[in-house]
């Protein structure tokens, strides 16, 4: 193959990835994570060439070889944080956030008085926002009554440095957040960012997690939260997935989604407001 990289003055030119390439990494990507590039090839080469010079690949083909011959997980790890946009912040899609505050918390909150244990997923959760400021809610609407109450929630994502950076939890934060929140539950550093509190941070669980793989952690779910991430997958492989979280959510919970998402028409679930379902 002939490569950019190969001309002098083509340094800093994207690699080119032939067509047999190109399909073979779809194929793996889409199997392996349900990611769907088949439209993605400049983000591919554009994304990813610079790296892979880098590590001293000499061609996309030698790249592909490599990762279908040895699943290496480092290059694993390079390929989702290249061609996957861990774009988050606080308070986003803030009308969802509001039916979460003033429907469905006080709802799950009456359904285990006597339990007192609150089981909620937070599906893709990228570098943390979305699980930290569901915990924030929770523990405005229980107040003094939280530390009688188990709401940790889990929190799962497939990039590694997304997880990284959502366990450090230091944010630059938007003007969104309420300046009571900051006070409460952030400890502001010398440079301007925030700090997660430990009360907010010991009350997520953050875990690696393929959403390809079977569903099968110890509770089932009051509410999954799954936004924003089903954007990359075809139609087969979101339906697929939306059967496993109705299979992982408890009768009367919740699936929430992005505004930007739908779900099929012949979806199980049952739509309560905007990008809401229930089972």
């Known amino acids: 193959m002939t490569n950019s990289e190969n001309k002098g003055s083509g340094q800093f030119s994207p690699m080119t990835i032939s067509d047999a390439d190109f399909k073979r990494l779809v194929s793996f990507v889409q199997s392996t994570y349900g990611i769907d590039l088949s439209q993605k090839r400049q983000l591919i080469t554009g994304r990813l060439s610079t790296a892979l010079k880098q590590k001293g690949y000499k061609s996309f083909s030698d790249f592909v070889n490599h990762l279908l011959k040895t699943k290496d997980e480092s290059e694993m790890t390079l390929l989702l944080n290249k061609l996957t946009t861990n774009y988050t912040f ?4 803030q009308e969802h956030l ?3 505050q003033q429907q469905i918390i006080p709802e799950i909150v009456r359904r285990h008085q006597k339990d007192k244990v609150l089981s909620i997923w937070s599906a893709g ?8 400021n569901i915990s924030m809610y929770l523990y405005d609407y229980l107040g003094t009554q939280a530390e009688q109450w188990d709401t ?3 929190a799962t994502d497939i990039s590694a440095q997304a997880l990284a950076a959502a366990k450090r939890g230091v944010y630059q934060l938007p003007d969104t957040v309420p300046a009571a929140w900051k006070k409460k539950y952030f400890v502001q550093e010398p440079d301007g960012r925030h700090t997660v509190s430990p009360a907010i941070k010991k009350n997520v669980i953050f875990q690696t997690f393929n959403l390809m793989d079977p569903i099968h952690f110890r509770r089932k779910f009051d509410v ?8 990359y997958f075809d139609q087969p492989t979101k339906d697929a997935l939306v ?6 959510t408890v009768p009367g919970g919740y699936l929430l989604i992005s505004y930007s998402e739908n779900l099929n028409q012949n979806t199980a679930y ?3 407001a905007a990008a809401t379902f229930q089972k």
């Open 90 to 93: 606080f308070m986003r899609e």
């Open 98 to 100: 509001d039916y979460f």
């Open 125 to 132: 959760c990228s570098t943390g926002e979305e699980p930290y």
């Open 152 to 154: 940790r929630l889990l």
């Open 224 to 231: 999954i939260f799954c936004r924003n991430v089903m954007i």
């Open 243 to 248: 059967r496993r979280f109705y299979d992982a």
């Open 270 to 272: 049952r739509r309560v």
